[in-house]
């Protein structure tokens, strides 16, 4: 009996930090988010590595005519997959994509997208790109994170459910890292990585929902991450304290 205890307490200690479990290097690579993409081709692809505390959309799928939704083009316009996470500091994200930073003529890459609160009100904007036609002429600070006062809208109407696409006129509050990368296995298509890391003292909301997507808006990726509410952590913890309590009842009692 003592050993079945022993391992459910563990089991249980494990899902408490298995959210926290992660070290994100942004790096491009995202063998750290428990993914091995070197087998990685051109569709259906598992971007969910399994872990709790790690939010994922995935639609890594081409279909007839380049169809990827709402609009076409292929692999060179899928968004495959978006993941989020989150430490005491930081939200990281991570985003596989067939679109370059410099963008597709005459298509630019748009800028990350937060919904802070999850209220329909696309709060900030991280500038990943200040290409425009494919000439870096933007004036922008080219990984900036801005307070978004307009947004402007994927160019066609009918792709309307990828908005927003750039911002428009926002206020800069802080320079954050990341990387837009070439997928570091594939040779024989396009795929790049993003990666960024997130302050959460920037946030400062428990709900979040991240979108990205491009010009044309021929694709997009959208996924929402649950912050630990402070009242949840601390449930938990009284959880886990009333555990090891029955815990040290039972080896006394054996």
Known sequence: MKREIFWAGLLLLLLVSSARALS??????????????????????????????????????????????????????????????????????????????????????????????????????????????????????????????????????????????RMEEGTLIATIDFVYEDDPYQDDFARYFIEAAIPLDLLGSTKITVNWTMECGNDYGRVRTQLPEPASILLVGSGVLVFATLLRKKYKRD
């Open 24 to 165: 994100i290097t942004l790096d491009g690579d995202l063998s750290d988010w428990g993914l091995d993409t070197r087998s990685f081709e051109e569709n259906d692809n598992n971007w969910d590595p399994g872990i709790a505390g790690v939010y994922v959309f995935q639609e890594d799928w081409v279909g007839d005519d380049g169809f990827v939704g709402p609009g076409y083009g292929g692999q060179n316009y899928d968004v495959e997959a978006i993941l989020l996470t989150l430490d005491e500091d930081y939200l990281y994200l991570a985003i596989s994509t067939g679109f370059p930073r410099e963008g597709r003529n005459p298509w630019d890459a748009g800028d990350i997208a937060f919904d802070v609160g999850s209220d329909g009100v696309w709060d900030y904007a991280l500038v990943l790109s200040n290409y425009v036609d494919g000439d870096n002429s933007r004036p922008v600070t080219v990984g900036g994170f801005y307070e978004v006062r307009s947004w402007a809208d994927v160019y066609f109407e009918e792709h309307r459910e990828s908005n927003p696409f």
